[in-house]
């Protein structure tokens, strides 16, 4: 891959708050393209957010060890600290967060609050970054942008909301937009439209675009590529197109088969579920996390981590039984 904006090597999260060591992520590889959309899926406590987080370097220091390397637009993101760290947020990689009236400042206007992020980024007027602040509520389309720029978080809808959050976002036009659950608290219809957008503002504006989502349907709609985690590792990955279709992780085939669009239920019918619970993160097993839920599982399984498979060019699966799961 030419010149990616980000680059993820053999990634280790963990913390250290507790009575045991959590290892959240344990080993991540990712790239990502300039001006590719990269969604990662999988149960919650699969270490999708934490990635998304060590990116951005928003977890407590003093709490979180991290190894290996993460590198946004040739910069080595683990090596940054004070002044350098605070002008990597917000200009070369920003979020958008998944409860934007949380992220929002409460006390201060929106419009106030992008003006106050593109100042602090860049050397321009305020009436300048008031202008540009207008122009990004018309480009994520929020009526009436003017009277919309002075008002506070809690006047505006949820959807509203979050079209604010993807301006505050793009205000110094980084290279990386990170976008954590963004539509979770949104009614269906709201959530298309802020799929849409998102998706044509990464086409438009040449965006690299990681996006977690615990709904397939979502990734499907805004991703090129899909990466799949389970217990802070990924997976599987490969085109959305591929994974859809011929997925060969036993973890990926049970996410899609649980889907309730994935078979017609007929009356009476009931869904498919994955059985058991995901491991606990303080003491993970030898072998594949996912062997005690697998039904493919072999005594082979539990006594090896399983090493990646290349099925293809652009298509890896880290599992013993990829023989067993081509359909």
Known sequence: MADPVLTIADLHVTFTGGRRPVRAVGGVDLTLAR????????????????????????????????TG??????????????????????????????????????????????????????????????????????????PSPARRLAAYPHEMSGGMRQRAMIALALACRPQLLLADEPTTALDATVQIQILLLLRELQ?????????????????????????VMYAGRIVEQGPARTLIHAPRHPYTQALLASRADAHPLRAGGRLQTIGGSPPDLSALPPGCAFADRCRLAQPACREQAPALVQLAADHQARCLRTDATAR
């Not at 409460?106 to 100042?119: D, F, K, M, N, S």
């Open 35 to 66: 001006g590719e959309a990269l969604a990662l899926i999988g149960e919650s406590g699969s270490g999708k957010s934490v990635t998304l987080r060590s990116i951005l370097r928003l977890h407590p220091a003093r709490r979180t060890t991290m």
């Open 203 to 227: 086409r438009e504006l040449g965006l690299g675009i990681v996006f977690v989502t615990h709904d397939i349907g979502a990734a499907i709609e805004v991703a090129d590529r899909i990466a």
């Open 69 to 142: 390397r993460i590198e946004v637009a040739g910069q080595d993101v683990l090596a940054l600290g004070g002044a350098a760290l605070a002008q990597f947020r917000g200009k070369v990689a920003s979020m958008i967060f998944q409860e934007p009236l949380l992220a929002l400042d409460p006390v201060y206007p929106l419009g106030a609050q992008i003006v106050e992020t593109i100042r602090r980024h860049e050397a321009v007027s305020a009436a300048e970054a008031q202008a540009r602040a207008l122009h990004l509520f018309e480009r994520v389309r929020i």
